[in-house]
C-alpha cells in the first residue's frame, strides 16, 4: 500500500514553560524559536513580588522553628516552582531572592516563544513550548478502500524528499476513527525513532 504523509511532533513529547508565579520577566535565556535545550538549562527569570513575600513567610518560619508552619510555607514554595536545590540554598543564605529562574523540565527543541523581557505574565502564561524531536509522527493518508489492510502494530518504511534513497522505519500506532468526506482519506499515525534529527 503506497501513502503519501508529513512528519508532525510527537504530542506526547511536548511540553509548556509556563510562569509559575505572576511577575515580570526580567530576563529570556533562550531569544528564538529552533534552539536547542538541555533539560535543566536556565529558560527565563521571573521577578515576582509574590515570591518574595512567599520566601519571607519560609524563613520566618524557620525562625519559629514549628515544623507545621515550616512544612506550610515550603509547600507553597514549591507550587511557586521552586526546586529543592533553591530553597536549601535560600536557608543557607537566610535571604530571599527577588527572582525565579524556570529551567527546561526536559531536553528539546524551542518550537515557540510568547515571552518577551519586561513583559508582565500571570501564573500559568506560556513562555515557551519545548518538542523532543528524538521521536516523530508521520501522519499518512490511507484511502478508504485501503483500510481492510492497514491495523495497528504494522511495520511501515519510508523516504523522503530531503534523503531519497534512504528508508526510514516505523510502526502505526493510530488509525483516525474519522474519514475526511472530501478526500475519502483516515489518518494513519506511524511511530519513527529520529536519534540523529533527521526527519523534520
Known amino acids: 500500500i503506497r501513502m503519501v504523509g508529513k512528519i508532525a511532533y510527537d504530542e506526547t513529547r511536548l511540553t509548556y514553560i509556563s510562569a509559575w508565579v505572576p511577575g515580570r520577566i526580567d530576563r529570556l535565556f533562550v531569544n528564538?524559536?529552533?534552539t536547542e535545550v538541555k533539560k535543566g538549562d536556565p529558560m527565563v527569570l521571573i521577578y515576582s513580588p509574590e515570591l518574595v513575600s512567599a520566601q519571607e513567610e519560609y524563613l520566618i518560619a524557620l525562625k519559629s522553628g514549628s515544623q507545621r508552619l515550616i512544612e506550610a510555607s515550603k509547600k507553597k514554595l514549591h507550587l511557586f516552582g521552586i526546586s529543592e536545590r533553591q530553597i536549601t540554598a535560600i536557608e543557607k543564605e537566610g535571604t530571599s531572592k527577588t527572582s525565579l529562574t524556570i529551567y527546561a523540565?526536559?531536553?528539546?527543541?524551542?518550537?515557540?516563544?510568547?515571552g518577551l523581557e519586561g513583559m508582565y505574565v500571570e501564573t500559568g502564561t506560556q513562555i515557551y513550548a519545548l518538542a523532543d524531536l528524538s521521536q516523530v509522527w508521520v501522519m499518512l493518508d490511507a484511502y478508504e478502500s485501503d483500510l481492510m489492510w492497514l491495523k495497528k502494530g504494522q511495520k511501515v518504511t519510508?523516504?523522503?524528499?530531503?534523503?531519497?534513497g534512504r528508508i526510514f522505519?516505523?510502526?502505526?500506532?493510530?488509525?483516525?476513527?474519522?474519514l475526511d468526506t472530501k478526500t475519502r482519506t483516515v489518518k494513519v499515525r506511524v511511530n519513527v525513532p529520529n536519534p540523529e534529527g533527521k526527519l523534520k
Do not use: C, L, N, R
Open 158 to 164: 519510508f523516504e523522503t524528499e530531503a534523503y531519497p
Open 169 to 178: 522505519d516505523g510502526t502505526v500506532v493510530f488509525i483516525d476513527p474519522f
Open 32 to 34: 528564538f524559536t529552533g
Open 105 to 114: 523540565p526536559m531536553s528539546g527543541i524551542v518550537i515557540q516563544k510568547h
